[in-house]
């Protein structure tokens, strides 16, 4: 390895540039994960809440940590949540079920120097053919979106254990 790609890869955020990248290596690329689990009643191909709200169906309680910033989408990438925001009104959300929403995000990440994503899958989620259907939605959006950004993205199957 050349002493200044070891010195690049050791900074924060650091990318090669276009001209040093690899394509079909990860080698001086940023990459991050991308979940693309969040649903929504109405725009989330019948699974209802998921990942805002406990189980996808309590409204009284957010389980997401940081809430999205919806005001750059369109009124056709919105959806009205269950819960509320401060002053009484419902909390605007997204599906990634929205290939439009999904392109978006790539968009984004084209603009900031992010290169691509670990798509994150649980064999949980594939539990049901609703569900199935979700995430293999999900899937195509980012295999789309990517092809049309020049962003990589690469599948990353999660295992969750119960202790």
Same mark, same amino acid.
């Given at each position: 390895m050349h002493p200044r790609h070891l010195f690049l890869t050791l900074l924060p955020f650091c990318s090669l540039s276009a001209q040093e990248k690899v394509n079909g290596t990860l080698t001086g690329k940023v990459m991050c994960g991308y979940h693309g689990w969040f649903s929504a009643q109405g725009g989330g191909m019948g699974?209802?809440?998921?990942?805002?709200?406990?189980?996808?169906?309590?409204?009284?309680?957010?389980? !997401?940590? &940081?809430?999205?910033?919806? $005001?750059?989408?369109?009124? +056709?990438?919105?959806?009205?949540?269950?819960? #509320?925001?401060?002053?009484?009104?419902?909390?605007?959300?997204?599906?990634?079920?929205?290939?439009?929403?999904?392109?978006?995000?790539?968009?984004?990440?084209?603009?900031?120097?992010?290169?691509? !994503?670990? &798509?994150?899958?649980?064999? $949980?989620?594939?539990?049901? +053919?609703?569900?199935?259907?979700?995430?293999? #939605?999900?899937?195509?959006?980012?295999r789309t979106a990517s092809a049309k950004t020049g962003r990589s993205w690469s599948l990353r199957w999660n295992e969750r254990r119960k202790s």
């Open positions: 699974i209802g809440w998921q990942h805002y709200t406990r189980h996808g169906h309590q409204t009284d309680v957010a389980t !997401v940590d &940081l809430w999205p910033d919806v $005001s750059e989408l369109d009124k +056709d990438e919105i959806h009205d949540s269950p819960l #509320r925001m401060p002053d009484g009104r419902p909390a605007p959300v997204f599906s990634s079920a929205n290939p439009k929403t999904v392109h978006r995000h790539f968009d984004w990440m084209r603009t900031h120097g992010i290169d691509g !994503v670990f &798509l994150q899958r649980f064999g $949980s989620a594939i539990r049901s +053919d609703k569900h199935r259907a979700f995430t293999d #939605r999900v899937m195509e959006n980012v």
